[in-house]
């Protein structure tokens, strides 16, 4: 199983970025999908998650209001809207996800894709 997460660069301060992350590799069920971010000098840190079919997001207190997670399982896909961009969301964003894939739930990571927010 890979997460290949895309979509990241650099944008100007009040600007609006998508960031998706495609699951694939054989035959899984994704259960709960999120983004982590991890700032230059600081540690990894929650963005946002969504339960397995949609119906319950969470979303960090700092992109409350600002951004949106979404899914779509028929693509294997978990989405971040991101609108009104800081500076402070200048991170690497990883996608995550809860995996089953041959009868064993495990939790991967994407390789991180780069968001650079100018002022």
């Known amino acids: 199983v890979q997460l290949q997460a895309s979509g990241g660069g650099l944008v100007q301060a009040g600007d609006s970025l998508r960031l998706s992350c495609i699951v694939s590799?054989?035959?899984?069920?994704?259960?709960?999908m999120g983004w982590f971010r991890q700032a230059p000098g600081k540690e990894r840190e929650f963005v946002s998650a969504?339960?397995?079919?949609?119906?319950?997001?969470y979303h960090a207190d700092s992109v409350k209001g600002r951004f949106t997670i979404s899914r779509d399982n028929a693509k294997n896909t978990v989405y971040l809207q991101m609108n009104s961009l800081k500076p402070e969301d200048t991170a690497v964003y990883y996608c995550?996800?809860?995996?089953?894939?041959?009868?064993?739930?495990?939790?991967?990571w994407g390789q991180g894709t780069q968001l650079t927010v100018s002022s």
């Open positions: 995550n996800a809860d995996v089953v894939h041959i009868a064993t739930m495990q939790n991967y």
């Open positions: 969504i339960n397995w079919n949609g119906g319950s997001t």
């Open positions: 590799g054989g035959s899984f069920i994704t259960y709960v």
